[in-house]
Antibody, heavy 118, light 106 residues
Framework: EVHLVESGGGLVQPGGSLRLSCVAS????????MSWVRQAPGKGLEWVAN????????YSVDSVKGRFTISRDNAKNSVYLQMNSLRAEDTAIYYC???????????WGQGTLVTVSS | EVVMTQSPTTLSVSPGERATLSCRAS??????LAWYQQKPGQAPRLLIY???TRATGIPARFSGSGSGTEFTLTISSLQSEDFAVYYC????????FGEGTRVEIK
């Protein structure tokens, strides 16, 4: 059974940094694009960023460009989200998700909460 | 930039009744449209992709239709476990989600 487990969330001050991790299991990780999707408290879903199978291409939503960086380590079956210059509006549950062919998400982690507050 | 608009915001339905949820894209997204169900405290679950293809393990009471800019998710006979929030997502362009429709017990 496909399993995605996120970690690294927590409380951080505005302007601070945080690195999220997601470990995958039960599928050939290096064959799939991977994404991060977030959900602010009581709000809807927002795709944040994704990365190609070999890490050679990354894309992100405009609101995080220049601040967030997605990366992966296929040897560790892991995808990461480095978040810098964090703002209050980045407060959300961050989900790791596997991109299916085309760009929808069939498998999700349980999420990790990031709170940006002083 | 494509905008996904879902209606209604909240749908009150009695168990056993049919529920019809709508999703409109501001630009043509072909059939690159997915639907998700999310229950409190849980991650979203994929229901439909390609506008009308049920994901593995999804009951036949869930069906999707539409193409271009207008899409519909129909739940033919609501079960207690179907009361949740439903999101549409386009993946033709930018992986934009709609704001969700909450299906609540009438």
């Amino acid at each position: 059974e496909v399993h995605l487990v996120e970690s690294g969330g927590g409380l951080v001050q505005p302007g601070g940094s945080l690195r999220l991790s997601c470990v995958a299991s039960a599928f050939t990780f290096s064959n799939y694009w991977m994404s991060w999707v977030r959900q602010a408290p009581g709000k809807g879903l927002e795709w944040v960023a994704n990365i190609k199978e070999d890490g050679s291409e990354q894309y992100s939503v405009d609101s995080v460009k220049g601040r967030f960086t997605i990366s992966r380590d296929n040897a560790k079956n892991s995808v990461y989200l480095q978040m810098n210059s964090l703002r209050a509006e980045d407060t959300a549950i961050y989900y790791c998700a596997r991109d299916e062919v085309g760009g929808f998400f069939n498998f999700w982690g349980q999420g990790t909460l990031v709170t940006v507050s002083s | 930039e494509v905008v996904m608009t879902q209606s209604p915001t909240t749908l009150s339905v009695s168990p056993g009744e049919r529920a019809t949820l709508s999703c409109r894209a501001s630009e043509i997204v072909s059939s690159n449209l997915a639907w998700y169900q999310q229950k409190p405290g849980q991650a979203p679950r994929l229901l439909i992709y390609g506008a009308s293809t049920r994901a593995t393990g999804i009951p036949a009471r869930f069906s999707g239709s539409g193409s271009g800019t207008e899409f519909t998710l129909t739940i033919s006979s609501l079960q207690s476990e179907d009361f949740a929030v439903y999101y549409c997502q386009e993946y033709d362009c930018c992986k934009r989600f709609g704001e969700g429709t909450r299906v609540e017990i009438k």
